[in-house]
T-cell receptor, first 111, second 113 residues
Framework: DAKTTQPPSMDCAEGRAANLPCNHSTISGNEYVYWYRQIHSQGPQYIIH???NNETNEMASLIITEDRKSSTLILPHATLRDTAVYYCIVRVAEGAQKLVFGQGTRLTINP | GAVVSQHPSRVICKSGTSVKIECRSL??????MFWYRQFPKQSLMLMAT?????????EQGVEKDKFLINHASLTLSTLTVTSAHPEDSSFYIC?????????FGSGTRLTVV
């Protein structure tokens, strides 16, 4: 699976949009971009995933660049409960291959 | 849907004893489950891949005789930490493949005293 690079930490004010970047310059054509987050002392939670088109769901939006070498997860109106470590992972969608986590971005939402 | 239940959430055991952690897929069948370990302020580290009806596949450096994995049914995988020592104290998390991706258990905090 392709390696990803994320900033180790970010801060965002409550109510503002949180934009979390991820670089995945070696992504292959059949690899998707997945985002998970882990709130302290809990298991990771799925947020969103995409291949090449931008995606939106009730939690977040995912913007993938045209060359697919980077992406941005957007939390439109961050709340204190969004404080967590956010992981960007790229991998193929088929099969049940293992999911490998990098170091992620520790996002802190400030009141 | 796609819920994974992990039990217990916390366990304290004495050094030298064994501890079993259960991971159940509640509303779907999981032929493959994954076990992770996470130390404080670190990322999740994959320990092993659990395959229903066959032997687990362990990651490099993980002792298969110490971390026994059993995946006897399509909805249950267990991880047994044998002869636990204080250095095995960690947060253990299981995961299973669901339709859209992977779903995770809530984790087990193991403390060996």
């Amino acid at each position: 699976d392709a390696k990803t690079t994320q900033p180790p930490s970010m801060d965002c004010a409550e109510g503002r949009a949180a934009n979390l970047p991820c670089n995945h310059s070696t992504i292959s054509g059949n690899e998707y971009v997945y985002w998970y987050r882990q709130i302290h002392s809990q298991g990771p939670q799925y947020i969103i995933h995409g291949l090449k088109n931008n995606e939106t769901n009730e939690m977040a939006s995912l913007i993938i660049t045209e060359d697919r070498k980077s992406s941005t997860l957007i939390l439109p109106h961050a709340t204190l409960r969004d404080t967590a470590v956010y992981y960007c992972i790229v991998r193929v969608a088929e099969g049940a291959q293992k999911l490998v986590f990098g170091q992620g971005t520790r996002l802190t939402i400030n009141p | 849907g796609a819920v994974v239940s992990q039990h217990p959430s916390r366990v304290i055991c004495k050094s030298g004893t064994s501890v079993k952690i259960e991971c159940r897929s509640l509303d779907f069948q999981a032929t493959t489950m994954f076990w992770y370990r996470q130390f404080p302020k670190q990322s999740l580290m994959l320990m092993a891949t659990s395959n229903e009806g066959s032997k687990a596949t362990y990651e490099q450096g993980v002792e298969k005789d110490k971390f026994l994995i059993n995946h006897a049914s399509l909805t249950l995988s267990t991880l047994t930490v044998t002869s636990a020592h204080p250095e095995d104290s960690s947060f253990y998390i299981c995961s299973a493949r669901a339709i859209y991706g992977y779903t995770f258990g809530s984790g087990t905090r193991l403390t060996v005293v």
